[in-house]
């Protein structure tokens, strides 16, 4: 297992498609723990493999965030799908990836999604919250969309004063 660096915002990585996982392999398995020892090293809500630098249909999630504890195995969602979407909540988002960046943004208060996990068994799971927020927001990270996308220029220019870099 390893910390792996973020990719961070303007590479353009951030804005391509991932591919959907045919094999779940050992390779995905080490991927896996390597984005979930990442992600718990930064402090991250989730993390998606695009935000390791692999194109992967896949995304980790703190199972604290899930009604879990610090005990519990790493969420992992494979090839996910959002199958329901209800309701709206509008809060201030961050992303590991635009650091000291912060979007007030509409999402859906609850989700359902669809998901492989390590073994490859199906799955379905419920978020409300900040834990439907997670879902969407890692989501988006699958398709190449990140927070400064879902909003107007002015407003994306105003947040990205905050930008920090190193
Ligand atoms: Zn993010």
């Given at each position: 297992m390893a910390v792996l660096p973020v990719v961070k915002y303007p590479?353009?990585?951030?804005?391509e498609k991932s591919k959907n996982i045919e094999d779940i392999n050992d390779e995905i398995k080490e991927l896996v723990s390597d984005m979930a020892e990442t992600m718990y090293a930064v402090e991250g809500v989730g993390l998606a493999a695009v935000q390791i630098g692999k194109l992967l249909n896949l995304f980790v999630i703190d199972p604290v965030y899930a009604?879990?504890?610090?005990?519990?195995p790493v969420l992992v969602f494979i090839n996910?799908?959002?199958i329901k979407k209800e309701g709206f909540i509008k809060e201030e988002e961050g992303c590991l990836s635009l650091p000291g960046v912060f979007i007030s943004l509409k999402r859906s208060v609850r989700t359902v999604v669809r998901a492989l996990d390590l073994e490859g068994n199906e799955f379905e799971m419920e978020g409300k919250g900040l834990l439907s927020k997670a879902f969407q927001h890692e989501f988006d990270h699958l398709h190449?969309?990140?927070?400064?996308?879902?909003?107007?220029k002015l407003k994306r220019k105003i947040a990205m004063r905050k930008l920090e870099t190193d």
């Open positions: 590479d353009p990585l951030l804005h009604g879990g504890t610090e005990k519990d996910p799908k959002i190449g969309t990140l927070i400064i996308d879902k909003v107007g």
